[in-house]
């Protein structure tokens, strides 16, 4: 599966973040900031959307790659940079992430927001076994994924294991959803040397709304 073409729609039909995550942000600062050549770094992105996270990386000089299934998203990830950023280096392609078109050992970095929780729990499974693939011995996966609680969790229709088409909460009427038991997260980051992992809650009104895991991973 890898990406639903309801994304396709949500690009063309309102806006979309122009800004990272603090979670993002603080991801890159702790691993990379201290380089001295960041040229030497190239990051990849797995469902980067209109690409927020892809600007913010170029700016800070790293070399920047993503995988998007969103023909409107890749377009306007690429005008955002060739606008904002002139001379930034890497690629934008439009594609099915469950199969990276790189070499093994490739990046230094991996960044995941909310892109694989789109898939059911095997092809979750799959998907990072393939980013464990392109990177290089001792890169990094970043990954940030609903967690079971999140509002509209177990509502809808049932696609599989934790997976639905939710009904209501912040991923109605954007495809399928996979939420994440903690339990899980040893299965899905099985190939990775270690990994580490926190929580980021937002409520509203007292209402639990979203409900995510941070995961950081390493190869």
Same mark, same amino acid.
């Given at each position: 599966m890898a990406w639903d073409d309801v994304w396709e729609r949500v690009f063309t039909s309102q806006e979309w973040g122009k800004y990272p995550g603090e979670d993002v942000?603080?991801?890159?600062?702790?691993?990379?900031?201290?380089?001295?050549?960041?040229?030497?770094?190239?990051?990849?992105?797995?469902?980067?959307?209109?690409?927020?996270?892809?600007?913010?990386?170029?700016?800070?000089?790293?070399?920047?790659?993503?995988?998007?299934?969103? +023909?409107?998203?890749?377009?306007?990830?690429?005008?955002?940079?060739?606008?904002?950023?002139?001379?930034?280096?890497?690629?934008?392609?439009?594609?099915?992430?469950?199969?990276? +078109?790189?070499?093994?050992?490739?990046?230094?970095?991996?960044?995941?927001?909310?892109?694989?929780?789109?898939? +059911?729990?095997?092809?979750?499974?799959?998907?990072?076994?393939?980013?464990?693939?392109?990177?290089?011995?001792?890169?990094?996966?970043?990954?940030?994924?609903?967690?079971?609680?999140?509002?509209?969790?177990?509502?809808g229709e049932k696609i599989s294991h934790n997976c639905y088409l939710t009904d209501t909460g912040p991923t109605a009427g954007k495809g399928p959803t996979r939420f994440t038991a903690e339990d899980e997260i040893a299965q899905l980051l099985a190939p990775f040397s270690s990994f580490s992992f926190g929580e980021l809650a937002r409520s509203e009104d007292q209402v639990l709304i979203t409900k995510e895991w941070c995961m950081t991973a390493v190869k």
């Open positions: 942000i603080r991801f890159i600062a702790r691993n990379f900031y201290q380089l001295e050549d960041r040229r030497s770094v190239k990051i990849l992105e797995i469902g980067s959307g209109p690409g927020a996270n892809l600007w913010f990386l170029a700016r800070e000089g790293f070399d920047v790659y993503a995988i998007e299934g969103s +023909p409107s998203g890749v377009e306007q990830a690429k005008a955002r940079l060739d606008k904002e950023l002139p001379g930034w280096r890497g690629e934008v392609l439009c594609g099915d992430f469950s199969s990276l +078109p790189y070499d093994s050992e490739t990046f230094d970095a991996v960044i995941d927001v909310e892109a694989v929780t789109c898939n +059911p729990f095997a092809e979750s499974v799959a998907i990072y076994k393939e980013v464990h693939r392109v990177l290089k011995p001792g890169g990094k996966l970043y990954s940030r994924t609903f967690a079971k609680g999140t509002l509209g969790d177990e509502t």
